[in-house]
């Protein structure tokens, strides 16, 4: 009866790290995830960014062209 109880008890041990090393890969994928969706965003931001700043680049080249135009 020790025996079995002995088994059982390595047994439910065994499933209970075994349960939480799956939890910890899941939100391992989970967290990698979530950072590569950061990566993205950064990077459309700075893209944005680089957008908004070539259209204010080309306004100001076509307000220096129509203050030429004026002189």
Same mark, same amino acid.
């Given at each position: ?6 088994? %059982?008890?390595?047994? %439910? %041990?065994?499933?209970?790290?075994? %349960?939480?090393? !799956? ?37 100001? !080249? ?10």
């Amino acid at each position: 009866m020790s025996e079995s109880l002995h088994t %059982v008890t390595c047994q %439910v %041990v065994n499933t209970i790290g075994t %349960v939480s090393l !799956s939890l910890a890969r899941a939100y391992d994928s989970l967290a990698q995830t979530a950072d590569n969706y950061a990566d993205i965003g950064i990077l459309k931001m700075l893209d944005l960014a680089t957008s908004r700043n070539d259209a204010d680049q080309a306004l100001l !080249s076509i307000e220096k062209i129509e203050l030429q135009e004026f002189k």
